[in-house]
Nanobody, 119 residues
Framework: QVQLAESGGGLVQPGGSLTLSCAVS????????MGWYRQAPGKQREVVAT???????YYADSVKGRFTISRDNAKNTVHLQMNSLKPEDTAVYYC?????????????WGQGTQVTVSS
């Protein structure tokens, strides 16, 4: 049984920093990619950053240059370092594991951690 547990969310002022962590428990036969998504009130869930099994990364245009995703395969842990935070970054952030290319039918999701950027 696989479970994802996010941590590191909280309340910060604009310009501040937070680091999110996702600890994965259980056995996963294969992982295509791990990533972070976010959903703000009244908004569609959107991808923030992903990292594939070969280390390739993707960032949404809105966070490029400010966020950094990393993973530790040995520990099955993924992190998202968020710098220069803006109020529009306020959302619930979800850890994601994509197990197979081209389908999200077998994805795992965390329960989410709240990030609030407020002045």
């Amino acid at each position: 049984q696989v479970q994802l547990a996010e941590s590191g969310g909280g309340l910060v002022q604009p310009g501040g920093s937070l680091t999110l962590s996702c600890a994965v428990s259980g056995t996963i036969s294969s992982i295509n990619a791990m990533g972070w998504y976010r959903q703000a009130p009244g908004k569609q869930r959107e991808v923030v950053a992903t990292i594939t099994n070969d280390g390739s990364t993707y960032y949404a245009d809105s966070v490029k240059g400010r966020f950094t995703i990393s993973r530790d395969n040995a520990k099955n842990t993924v992190h998202l370092q968020m710098n220069s935070l803006k109020p529009e970054d306020t959302a619930v952030y979800y850890c994601n594991i994509n197990r197979q290319r081209f389908t999200r039918a077998y994805d795992y999701w965390g329960q989410g951690t709240q990030v609030t950027v407020s002045s």
